[in-house]
């Protein structure tokens, strides 16, 4: 029946509305005189019939003339209130003005008594009215506890009541004192009651909502939250709303940080901003993961100018695009140059940093899958090795003054192409130190970035989406994290200590196990893991196996005795070198045997050079492996063919 009269067209409601009022109206003033005599009989006389009756008519016509019908009841605001109290006044004062016109009996509290009642059934009426709506429009509706009673969790539950998703159903506050209290008729309770809270209230989600000051209890929070089989998310924060660059209801998955277990890393900003403030930076690689957030961080520091150079189009016109409006927004007038290219054209390289007068250089620019480098040796090789070499023989040319190489852990004692090749770029940028000091060559090196593209978090995000199975190489496979904005920011700190051919390691805190980060990543999207022991569960993590030339655990250092630095997240490494003059004779051979694509050869020269590098078994090479294949095949028809021959 409600809901036949929500369907009902505009003007029937309206005309509904009207007679309910009129009914209503008219129940107040019989209410009133019946009150005032204290007769529960009592019945009006001709004229009083007629004050009341001409009273009715000019108290509808005012509402409709306050617009009072025109008013959605489901959206009724206090402006609405405002409105029936405006209409009962000019009410009781017409009742009065027609009464001492009629020469009618009307006590003086009569009036008075009439305007209370009528206020009371007219507004109480449809508060009801948009209770029902509300509640039948809403029960329907996703319930979710919202984690804060701050400014940003006050605002997120005041929007949520406005859409049409999510249905706030109560607060958790981390003090104790606002245990069973209200706040915006919303119960609130203690963290340490949540879980009985949730089973009570059916709650479906839990928002993070923390202010600004209370971001030193996430961590923990979330830790407790994890146990409860409820979905854990979060919302932007006030400095991202302050700064417009997120709405509070832009409800999203937990942040890479949270995931990490650990506070983030703080850099010295002013050393950075001293080496790129008011000079002219490259960054090759711009639009990849890595390379897009050096990006971003250096443009916050202000830099004359920042080349953007880049092999993909795409890629680049994405984020010459973002940057561009960052550059608007916050008014730094920095010049951006988007430039195509490849780092393994040395020619193109110089220009383009003799074009802009570059000081000094990010090289971002890797192949850095495992596999798939793995299956394409030449080009990983040709890339990583040839491609650093092109850039950093370009910068010494057009005398740029600093050049950072962005490594990786992998290159320690590595056991596959990728990492192999890694550990040779820096054997080339050491090698290069020794032979000039003109620029001044620096390598950082750190593990796996959270987030990053081909990252395992939006893998198993994904993988948990589409309801598994989880999929995870090994089950004792560790790997140190950062994220993003964490390794970029250390990479520019790491680069303003370099002077000659060092190796700088970041401390990447505890390593973590992967399975472990599936399972937690599966307890906190409110679903929960199939095992032997839980047969039922919802997700299953299954191991895979290691890949060809994966670890169960990476390094940072070749050595053991590594040392300090200023910051006390950054060490600096001590690695063996190779001399320029012997580099220079394996880099000849190295590149011969790539332009014959001699996968072995190439290979073996790897492990030849002093990177440590131990194959994990036979190439990989998917060209090479085919060409294999076809070459044994037609060994074999040719084979039959002399056999038929003798016969």
Known sequence: MFDFFLRLPRFQKRLISLLSDACFLSLAMWCAY??????????PDRGQAMTLALTLIVTLATFVKLGLYRAVIRYMSDRALVTIIGGVFVSALSMIVIGYLTQTLLPRSVPVLYGAMAFSFVGGTRLGVRMLVSHSRRRHLEGVAIVGVGETGLQLASALAQGTEYRPVFFVTTEPGGHKTLINALP?????????????????????????????????????????????????SMSELVAGQARINDIRDLDVEDLLGRDPVITDSESVARDIEGKSVMVTGAGGSIGSELCRQILRHRPQCLVLFERSEYALYDIERELSTINHVEGLGVDLHAVLGTVKLQRRCEAVMRAFSVSTVYHAAAYKHVPLVEENVIEGVQNNVFGTLS??????????ERFVLISTDKAVRPTN????SKRLAELVLQALAERQKQTRFSMVRFGNVLGSSGSVVPLFRDQIRDGGPVTVTHPDIIRYFMTIPEASQLVLQAGSMGRDGE?????????????????????????????DERPDGDIEIVFTGLRPG??????????????????????KAREVSMPWSELNLLLERLQQASRQFECQTVIELLQEAPTGYVSSGDTCDLVANQKLAAGQVAGTEDSAKVRRLRL
């Open 417 to 420: 192409v990728m990492g192999a």
């Open 550 to 571: 994966e670890k169960l655990f990476e390094e940072l250092l070749i050595g053991d005795d590594p040392q300090g630095t200023a910051h006390p997240r950054i060490m």
């Open 391 to 400: 850039v950093a023989e370009a910068s010494i040319e057009a005398g740029v």
């Open 34 to 43: 019946a009150l005032r005599l204290e007769n529960l009989n009592w019945t």
């Open 188 to 236: 609130v309770f203690s963290v340490d009651h949540v879980e009985s809270a949730i089973r009570k209230h059916s709650v479906d989600r839990i928002l993070l909502a923390l202010d600004d000051t209370e971001a030193r209890r996430r961590r923990s929070l979330i830790t407790r939250l994890e146990s409860l089989s409820v979905p854990v998310q979060t919302v932007p």
């Open 503 to 531: 190796v700088f390691v970041l401390d990447m805190g505890e390593p973590v196990r992967i399975a472990d980060l599936a399972a937690r990543m599966i307890h906190l999207m409110g679903l929960t893991e199939k095992t």
